[in-house]
């Protein structure tokens, strides 16, 4: 044990391990009454390793009660998502499957108590839904029925898959909920739907569709407009690229869209305001330097509207008719998630988290922020170690920032092991908020002594389109030459052991841990891939989303120039690589196919030039879900990065894990 390692040990009120990491509970959605009085709740539970069967986690349902008691309403070993309050407010409707439902279906419970029932199952499963203002209408989206007698025929042997042709569409449904009618009534769209919002005050929906099913027009295709019941389209909105949540007003008079800039900008981050009479859209925020993640009416002038503002967050509110805003909460407090609610005290409902803990309720009123949920109170009795924004400047002087989380008991001057987790996107960033995960344990990683810095290189969002641009049509060049540079202003402030510093990270992440293997090895003691690219070749041909990767990453097609595309892979330099490497990666991975980590896999295990191990988790896909794969991931991790950096071994690591010796 180093000496980092030691202090660290002797200043923790607790030991916090990987379990504990990949256990913990967050809160994923909630709702308050308009008076403000009730609040209900999501929590996820994961399930306990060694312990529990493999499975999702759970998703349990609580409430905020006026006295402010947290009421247990379904808990357990239950998958409780989408709550939503009635129009009247009695009952809080909510998705689930439990043992006798086919899939998932709509169900509700009195909000101040009583058993929960069935609302409405339909004959697939109900994926989203929206619940009208005024009367106890739904409208849900489903899918398109499967051929007939499938299953049976399966249990025969016919379980041939024609590719890309068998597609089911989304479909959406319309059901009053009156006595009389029991069955929902179908609304004709000739699209695949993805989501439906009601508008206050109309029997009209919103709809987001898109051509087919495939995730590539899901993200580059899809257009908002508005239907009556009959399946008529009332209204079309004129967008382009990317489009994220929408939100009406409270009379419907009002639409608010988060989209994109054109159809190059990589990430929804605009804030668009629909003209309802002709669809026109107008940006609220021209050359917003962020990236808008979520919006809520106060009431039809006022719009509050969540901003991320390099790895910090803003809300701001905005009016419509005059364009003035003012600031309501300052970066630096806390990382806000999610907007839920305005109520009419004025008190604003939201999600957020801090580098201090997952995400939690908060209420924001005129004097204060408020905690009201605590979902892992044994933090407490955790030595937090210390995290900050870090900036610096890349060789060509563009600025760059990150976020740098210091091992326990840091003292200024002191070199320490680094590990550098790359960011996926690339269009996405690091907040300054929580960060640890299981792919990025940070704050085990500073209890063994280790520094982890987040880079948001060019191409990251947080800092508006122009910016998130930079990357495009540059494969593997300056952006991750930003992440070298970070690596050397680590060194320079006296932070970083030159000689002990390593590269993670997933998706794009991965891609940069491949290249810092391969094509910038000098800079690096160790790695570790997970769902990354070693071939753009073969992952244009692999993918599920070659639209995207033609429009918002590489602006062009590998046939354009064939040869560029191959130099800008890790698999191309290969030969040169002596970084020893761990390849991670989901069996059922479609964004990233696994044969990207295997061919890696291959081309340097038969140069025989470095170290390199492939692990690979079945039932995964682009990112482990399920706790057993998230903790053996976070071991894994950890054990590659102490046997080069701390240990600075020859060889490669045991492969085995002692997994059994814990059941």
């Known amino acids: 044990m180093t000496a980092t390692m030691a202090q660290a040990k002797d200043i923790s009120l607790q030991d916090i391990s990987l379990q504990d990491i990949v256990q913990l509970q967050r809160v994923t959605s909630a709702i308050t009454t308009n008076d403000g009085a009730y609040t209900a709740y999501t929590r996820v539970r ?5 312990e529990d069967d493999d499975g999702p986690a759970y998703s349990e349902l609580f409430v905020i009660t006026p006295d402010g008691e947290h009421v247990p309403f379904i808990t357990g070993d239950v998958r409780v998502s989408q709550i939503r309050f009635s129009y009247d407010e009695k009952f809080i409707h909510f998705v689930t499957n439990r043992d006798d439902d086919k899939h998932n279906t709509l169900y509700r419970i009195p909000l101040r108590g009583g058993e929960s029932w069935r609302l409405y199952a339909h004959d697939t499963p109900v994926n989203s839904y929206s619940l009208s203002d005024t009367q106890p209408t739904i409208v849900f989206t489903t899918r398109e029925a499967g051929p007939e007698k499938q299953q049976e ?6 379980r041939a898959r024609v590719f890309e042709e068998e597609m089911r569409l989304g479909q959406v449904f319309v059901h009053p909920m009156a006595e009389d009618e029991d069955e929902a009534r179908h609304i004709p769209v000739d699209a695949h739907v993805l989501s439906a919002t009601m508008r206050p005050g109309h029997e009209q929906v919103l709809l987001r569709t898109a051509p087919t099913p495939f995730v590539d027009d899901d993200l580059m295709l899809s257009q908002y407009a508005i239907y009556d019941f009959s399946g008529s389209q009332v209204v079309a909105l004129d967008t382009e690229g990317k489009l994220g949540a929408a939100r009406f007003s409270a009379d419907g008079s009002q639409l608010a869209v988060l989209g994109a800039e054109d159809q190059h900008d990589p990430a929804v981050g605009r804030i668009l305001l629909a003209n309802l009479r002709n669809g026109s859209t107008r940006d609220l925020l021209p050359g917003y330097l962020g990236h808008v993640r979520d919006m809520l009416w106060q009431d039809n002038q006022h719009l509050i509207i969540l901003g991320e503002v390099g790895t910090e967050t803003e809300l701001l509110r905005y009016n419509v008719r005059s364009n003035e805003y003012t600031t309501l909460l300052e970066p630096g407090q806390v990382i806000v998630q999610n907007l839920i609610s305005f109520d009419t005290n004025g008190h604003l409902t939201l999600l957020a988290h801090s580098p201090a803990h997952p995400t939690e309720v908060y209420r924001l009123t005129s004097r204060s922020l408020e905690r009201l949920t605590d979902s892992n109170p044994w933090l407490a009795d955790v030595e937090q170690p210390r995290q900050e924004t870090i900036r610096h400047t890349a060789r060509d002087g563009v600025e760059l920032e990150g976020v740098l989380v210091y091992p326990l008991g840091y003292q200024e001057g002191q070199r320490v092991p680094v590990i550098i987790d790359v ?8 907040r300054n908020g929580w960060n640890d995960r299981y792919s990025s344990p940070t704050w085990y990683s500073a209890a063994q002594g280790f520094a982890t810095f987040f880079p948001n290189y060019r191409g990251s969002t947080g800092r508006g389109v122009e910016f998130s641009k930079l990357g495009q049509n540059d494969y593997a ?9 970070a690596k050397e202003h680590l060194v320079d402030i006296g932070l970083a052991d030159p000689e ?3 590269i993670t990270g997933g998706s794009y992440g991965g891609y940069a841990s491949a290249w810092g ?10 790695a570790v891939m997970f769902v990354g690219i070693s071939n753009n070749l073969s992952k244009f041909g692999t993918t599920d989303i070659p639209n995207e990767m033609n429009l918002v990453h590489a602006r062009s097609y590998p046939w354009d120039k064939w040869q560029w595309y191959l130099e800008r892979s890790p698999i191309y330099w290969a030969e040169q690589a002596r970084t020893p490497i761990l390849i991670m990666h989901g069996e059922e991975d479609t964004r990233v196919h696994p044969s ?9 295990k038969v140069h025989g030039n470095v170290p390199v ?3 690979l988790y079945p039932g995964e896909g682009h990112g482990n879900t399920r706790v057993g794969s998230q903790l053996d991931y976070a071991m894994r991790l950890m054990r590659w990065m102490n046997f080069y950096l701390v240990e600075q071994n020859e060889g490669i690591p045991d492969h085995e894990l002692p997994h059994a010796d814990a059941l």
């Open 46 to 50: 994961p399930r306990t390793a060694y």
């Open 477 to 485: 060049g300056k952006e991750f030459d930003d992440i070298v540079d």
């Open 517 to 526: 293997a391969t094509k910038q090895t000098e800079h690096f003691a160790a």
């Open 613 to 615: 191990r492939l692990v």
């Open 596 to 604: 990207q980590s295997m061919e890696l896999y291959r081309y340097l």
């Open 153 to 158: 025929l399966a249990r025969k042997g016919f």
């Open 500 to 502: 002990r510093v390593g």
């Open 423 to 430: 960011h996926g996107g690339p269009e996405a960033h690091v």
